[in-house]
């Protein structure tokens, strides 16, 4: 069983659409991230969380420390916010390390 | 642009050959991370730097090596081509070793032909 967990593993939606990624993982965690990748690999970091909840736009990060589960919402979904979402962590015991989910692949058809 | 500058960007060589990737890292950051994406896959880490000194190891080939210099950059060297080494390379840098605010390069992609 992987540490990282990602579902739905491909989403297809419509434009305007409230999304929902979510991520479970099962290892003691000092910080969860949440990535995107565009088509062509560029990856940009759209949050760090160790409690609660982060907003910035449309984009909206939770966690949930006892229950190891964060979600990624995306309100208003456009074909820009299409991507590969991917959750990390970084763990208690190696902080060296991010361990990955394997990548939610979100289309958002206009 | 985040920040950590990733050259080349794109880079074209025969099986065999060595390849010297390169990162600059973020203004401040101490640490350099390098990951592998190979075509469908996640991220896999690589190795880590901590000013200077490597910091951890992951699944790093034998035919790779990597180092970082005095001034923070890192090199990521890959020899003994093969066409399965073809893969996005990443580069992120952090303040600290615990990898609080990742902050990733936009990538070198290598085709081994």
């Known amino acids: 069983k992987n540490e990282v967990e990602q579902s739905p593993q491909n989403l297809t939606a419509q434009e305007g659409e409230f999304i929902t990624i979510n991520c479970s993982y099962s290892?003691?965690?000092?910080?969860l991230h949440w990535l995107q990748q565009h088509p062509g690999g560029g990856i940009v970091s759209l949050f760090m969380?160790?409690?609660?909840?982060k907003k910035h736009g449309r984009l909206i990060a939770t966690i949930n420390i006892q229950e190891k589960h964060s979600s990624l919402h995306i309100t208003a979904s456009h074909p820009r916010d299409s991507a590969v979402y991917i959750c990390a962590v970084s763990t208690m015991d190696s902080n060296y390390q991010l361990i990955w989910g394997a990548g939610t692949k979100l289309i958002i058809k206009p | 642009d985040s920040g950590v500058t990733q050259t080349p960007k794109h880079l074209i060589t025969a099986t065999g050959q060595r390849v010297t990737l390169r990162c600059s890292p973020r203004s401040g950051d101490l640490s350099v991370y390098w990951y592998q994406q190979s075509l469908d896959q996640g991220l896999q880490f690589l190795i880590q730097y901590y000013n200077g000194e490597e910091r951890a190891k992951g699944n790093i080939l034998e035919r790779f090596s990597a180092q970082q210099f005095p001034d923070l950059h890192s090199e990521l060297n890959l020899s003994s081509l093969e066409l399965g080494d073809s893969a996005l390379y990443f580069c992120?840098?952090?303040?600290?070793?615990?990898?609080?605010?990742?902050?990733f390069g936009s990538g070198t992609r290598l085709t081994v032909v």
């Open positions: 992120a840098s952090s303040v600290d070793p615990g990898g609080y605010g990742y902050t």
């Open positions: 290892v003691g965690i000092s910080a």
């Open positions: 969380l160790s409690s609660g909840k």
